[in-house]
């Protein structure tokens, strides 16, 4: 599995009937009482639609985007204006919901929600107009729409509920995203707004959710996460008989991956390159750059699975640069599926394990935008040799205080001749990471014994 974050290029609060600009306030703070606010934001997805054009990150059904924003709980509580006297307080039992915007729209410069002599009911105002605002979207351009949202078919996603208001927002926008990355549609970002009827009621005391912006010092920026479910699961050296297997192809050019110039297609071949009955042109899943997949299973009284006699996985239509390439065959050995499982007296004493780990050193400082390649191998302590694992996973956090604030949570790792997953630094922000291994065997999880601690630093 592999993840990645894209960042806000540009967000801005608009106040009702205002001319308010906060888009460079650390928190913006959606609200329903005297008035109402709504939180615009445009995500740049310029990166990662650069990673998919490539082919280094591939887009398939299971392929999910989560925008995420942490909850500052309180936001700005004590904000007053001349006929608001008793500031804001937190809102709680309430739903918000995104919405598309469809103008673009400049960010602005201001910073404060409040000014002493400003009346938000009658919207008259004290201080100079900057656009954006509920009016305009820039100097010169008012929105088609005021306050940016035109209605129910903007909607992205609605009903996000909030119980005690102090829940961060993670929510799917899959379809949003994948139609700007895939089908070319238009990216004027986002807005997040309270229902249509908590808008519309009104009260002494205003309600409000608070979140970080892109512009706090905190480790809290705003992101939209994506994640690819690009995971390796090769069992050339485990093949067995009567369930669906993966088998792969590793395509490079010097020492990267590189493409082919369309899917290629596998014969399952005998020791005398007959094919097997109903394994022949099957189609073929690219994971990765470089990296394909065929799965499929063997019937063994189609083919005797005894783990001696051996198949080849035969690759056809290849081709790169317009190049055709000679058809690439690669050797298995199915064996019986009873291989996988141990069956009579219950074993004494498991293996014990140590565990090493390669791509990464213990306190390094990392340059941002870097590519590891992270080696996991367990080393049998009762019988001196490396084990491939099936189960083998990392998760990342950073320390606050004396809390671990989850980056990537438990992430199971590829499986091929070797234990290992890549390392994207591209998308961290500079600071200190930690990081986790486990494996697990047997029903026992197996830690490496301290966390891998690094620190990114800025590419620049």
């Known amino acids: 599995m592999s993840y990645f974050r894209s960042y806000f290029e540009k967000n801005n609060t608009l106040i009702k009937n205002t001319q308010v ?3 460079k306030n650390p928190t913006c703070e959606i609200f329903y009482g005297s008035a109402y606010s709504r939180f615009i934001f445009k995500i740049d997805l310029t990166e990662l639609q650069s990673k998919i054009d490539n082919g280094d990150l591939v887009v398939n059904d299971n392929t999910k985007h989560y925008l995420k924003m942490t909850n500052t709980i309180f936001g700005d509580e004590g904000l007053k204006g001349q006929n608001r006297q008793t500031g804001r307080n937190r809102a709680t039992d309430f739903d918000l919901e995104l919405f598309k915007i469809t103008e673009d729209w400049n960010e602005g410069v201001g910073f404060d929600y409040e000014d002493a002599g400003y ?22 351009t008012d ?21 005690n208001g102090n829940e961060n927002l993670d929510v799917d926008i899959t379809g949003y995203v ?6 070319g549609q238009t990216n004027n970002g986002i807005g ?17 959710v608070a979140f970080f912006t892109k512009y706090t010092q905190t480790f809290f920026e705003p992101f939209m996460e994506s994640v690819f479910d690009d995971r390796i699961s090769d069992n050339r050296q485990d093949f067995v008989e009567k369930t669906y297997q993966n088998l792969y192809l590793y395509v490079t050019k010097g020492t990267n991956y590189y493409d082919l110039d369309e899917l290629p297609t596998v014969d399952i071949l005998d020791s005398t390159n007959t094919p097997i009955v109903g394994l022949s042109g099957l189609t073929t899943t690219k994971i990765r750059k470089g990296v394909y997949e065929v799965t499929f299973g063997i019937d063994g009284e189609v083919f005797n699975c005894d783990g001696k006699k051996f198949l080849y996985d035969n690759w056809k239509n290849l081709s790169i640069d317009d190049v055709s390439l000679s ?3 690669q050797k298995f050995i199915p064996k019986p599926l009873t291989t996988k499982y141990t069956i009579g007296d219950n074993p004494k004493e498991l293996n014990r394990y140590s565990i090493q780990y390669f791509g990464i050193n213990q306190n390094e400082k990392v340059k941002r935008g870097e590519l590891r390649k992270i080696v996991v191998s367990f080393r049998s302590i009762n019988e001196p040799k490396t084990v491939l694992f099936d189960d083998v996973y990392y998760r990342m956090f950073i320390k606050e205080g004396r809390v671990d604030v989850m980056v ?10 070797e234990n290992s997953f890549m390392l994207d630094t591209s998308y961290l922000i500079p600071r200190e990471y930690y990081m986790e291994i486990k494996g697990k065997t047997h029903s026992e ?5 301290n966390y891998i601690k690094f620190e990114i630093l800025s590419e620049k």
């Open 119 to 140: 009346d938000f009911t009658s919207g008259n105002k004290t201080f100079d107009e900057r656009p954006s605002n509920w009016f305009k979207k820039n100097t010169l």
């Open 445 to 449: 999880e197996i830690f490496y014994n």
């Open 21 to 23: 600009n906060t888009s």
């Open 143 to 163: 929105w088609q729409t005021q306050g940016a949202y035109t209605g129910t078919g903007s909607t992205i996603y609605s009903g996000i509920t909030f119980d």
């Open 327 to 329: 058809n690439v065959k």
């Open 178 to 183: 994948n139609g700007i990355l895939l089908s």
């Open 408 to 417: 990537h949570d438990w992430t199971q790792i590829d499986k091929t001749n």
């Open 192 to 208: 997040i707004k309270f229902s249509n009827d908590y808008e519309i009621l009104t009260a002494d005391t205003d309600r409000s």
